[in-house]
């Protein structure tokens, strides 16, 4: 499911509290996004149309909660950017990871033990 700027900054605030109406949302993201209560209620409902949120009544007030997980979405966002920008490989990824951002000897290992957790786990084999 892919999402744009907006429904990240909205999905966010969601993900955070688990239930939420339009005015909850609009007070965590209004200073610094400037949107108006009817922008919120717009990318709300079009999450819900997307299948992104469920909507439920209380009184008069909607609420709004997650159907995916943040991790579902990252996972989407992340195979997203892989096949538009690394022609779906991750390896390449990767690598201009390494090659192009700054890793701290902390972020190197970690990722090294990361690498070799995934060897031994299958029996050393790549």
Avoid at 25 to 41: P, Q
């Amino acid at each position: 499911m892919k999402l744009s700027d907006s429904e990240w900054t909205v999905m966010n605030v969601v993900w955070e509290s688990s239930s939420v109406s339009a005015r909850d949302v609009l007070e965590c993201v209004g200073a610094e996004t400037d949107w108006a209560y009817t922008t919120v209620k717009t990318i709300l409902d079009r999450l819900v149309e997307k299948g992104a949120l469920r909507v439920h009544k209380r009184a008069n007030t909607s609420f709004y909660e997650p159907l995916i997980t943040r991790m579902r979405a990252q996972r989407f966002a992340l195979h997203s950017l892989l096949d538009k920008a690394f022609d779906g490989a991750f390896g390449s990824l990767l690598q201009h990871l390494v090659a192009e951002e700054r890793l701290s000897k902390k972020d190197r290992t970690i990722l090294a033990a990361m690498l070799d957790e995934l060897d031994r786990g299958h029996g050393g084999k790549p």
